[in-house]
């Protein structure tokens, strides 16, 4: 893994083109190409002010997501929000790009294409893997909402009824959040998938209420049991490498931009499968990008800090590393302490501890209450995207 560069610039420098990264020494030792004759059949109508464009929108949304991403915000709800948001932005301006070919295409630009939309493919799995573990982490939230009721000293005078409700709970979550922190703990269950619906699927950015009835079911298939989301990041990272000098000139600078928006792919899923509790979690993914490609030094920052949260001893072991998760952990794990030591009728003392606790696990609950819906609409977005995408091209 490349550390991160030692200073941001934007784009790729000034006086840099796109076709003058053919001849950078430090990516490649390459002799300068000519630029391959235009005809009919090569010529791509994509000026190269466009993919200049393109480049620089990488590099500012990825340092505006950066700067988002202290300690209390990276991999929380709605850190996860903002970067499916920039995924999406950038996402639709490679397919502008993409739509600007004209037909026929030219073998580079077919090779080129293919290849990037067979690695977008492979990202659909993991959105449904992610949203069953949204799924999971839904059900968490009921068994706090549960603790939060039983709990809820404003309301009522606290019995051992109330008490022992909320105990149960406890540790029905605790137990639920052990299960999926298990690598041999997979889902035995079909997973819903993003497929065709008869509600809206011609445009699937529409928001919609999203209540339990409009679930989408699967249809026709499931993440296999054995399905593995470290090993699908593996592979949506398999063999992504900065193109050579003449893919870029044969493309006429496509190809960077399929490089480019390859590793926001594959940075995308690996973060989302870190975040949420997914079949077979694994952070192990290799992003050897550039250095001098602007958007480099923010994304790979970005990587560091996640993997560096990874190693940190309260999470090293957690089912996901969305904040929200180790709050539910923390927190619950405070007020079952509480619960345990609660003698009746409670000293004033200890009901201020349990109350201020309970309090907490409240704020994460109403975090998790307002955010869990668009998150999984958001995933749900990303995944017709890539599929809408992928199917407007192949009739170009």
Known sequence: MHAAADRHHHGLGSGRS????????????LDALPLPPSSPHDHIGIQEADLESFQRQVTERFQDLMSCSG?????????TQRLLEVFLSLQEQFHGLVLKVPSPRSTAVDRTLNEFYDRSVKALDVCNAVRDGIEQVRSWGKLLEIVLFALDIKKKNLGEGQFRRAKKALVDLAIGMLDRKDPGAMNSHRNRSFGRSNNNCSNPTTPRDYSSADRFRSLSW???????AAKQIQSIGYNLNYPKGNEIVATHGLALAAYTMGVVLLFVMWALVAAIPCQDRGLQAHFAVPRQLGWASPLLTLHDRIVEESKRKERKNACGLLREIYLIEKWSRAVRESVDLAS??????????MTERV???RKVFESL???????????????????????????I
């Open 18 to 29: 796109i076709l003058s990264l053919r001849r950078d020494p430090p990516v490649h030792s």
């Open 71 to 79: 300690p209390e915000e990276i991999l929380s709800v709605a850190w």
């Open 222 to 228: 499931s993440v296999s049991r054995v399905w593995s």
């Open 344 to 353: 009746f009728p409670l000293e004033d003392e200890k009901e201020r501890e």
């Open 359 to 361: 309090e907490e696990l």
């Open 369 to 395: 209450n307002n955010g869990l819906d668009p998150l999984e609409r958001q995933v749900r977005v990303v995944f017709h995207h890539i599929v809408r995408s992928r199917t407007e091209a192949s009739g």
